[in-house]
């Protein structure tokens, strides 16, 4: 587990859903731990503009997942740029093999084009019962 006092961690549940004739997007609220220092405000608003921006990695995936028909909820904590993890909550599908690493392939090949470093991400997908493994 890493020291959270020591780096600035976000996390964020959003769900996203679907109707027959455009997408919705309805996001609940996020949680900030308590433990971040006042100095690393910065780094924050750096992380959440890098991550949720229009257009930003999450908008891209997002769009993507419900263009295959993937509806999710998706939980995150991240330390860094560097240090991201990711849990996307299939909603209405099971979460069978196939269809984790649809999601995963979905997720990577927007990693790619967007030049970010896969390494930096950790991703899992699961049921929508299940919880964050963090």
Request: no cysteine; hydrophobic share 35%; proline share 5%.
């Amino acid at each position: 587990m890493k020291n959270i006092s020591l780096a600035t961690a976000f996390l964020s549940t959003i769900l996203f859903g679907i109707s027959p004739t455009e997408a919705q997007t309805s996001e609940l609220p996020s949680t900030v731990s308590p433990e971040i220092q006042p100095g690393n405000n910065e780094i924050l608003e750096e992380m959440e503009h890098f991550l949720f921006e229009e257009e930003g990695i999450m908008d891209q995936v997002n769009h993507e997942l419900l263009k295959e028909g993937y509806k999710t909820r998706t939980a995150l904590i991240y330390y860094s740029k560097e240090d991201v993890q990711l849990k996307f909550f299939l909603v209405e599908k099971p979460a069978t093999q196939s269809n984790q690493q649809k999601v995963k392939s979905i997720f990577y090949k927007l990693i790619e084009k967007n030049n970010l470093n896969p390494k930096a991400f950790t991703i899992e997908v699961g049921e929508q019962s299940d919880g964050p493994d963090w």
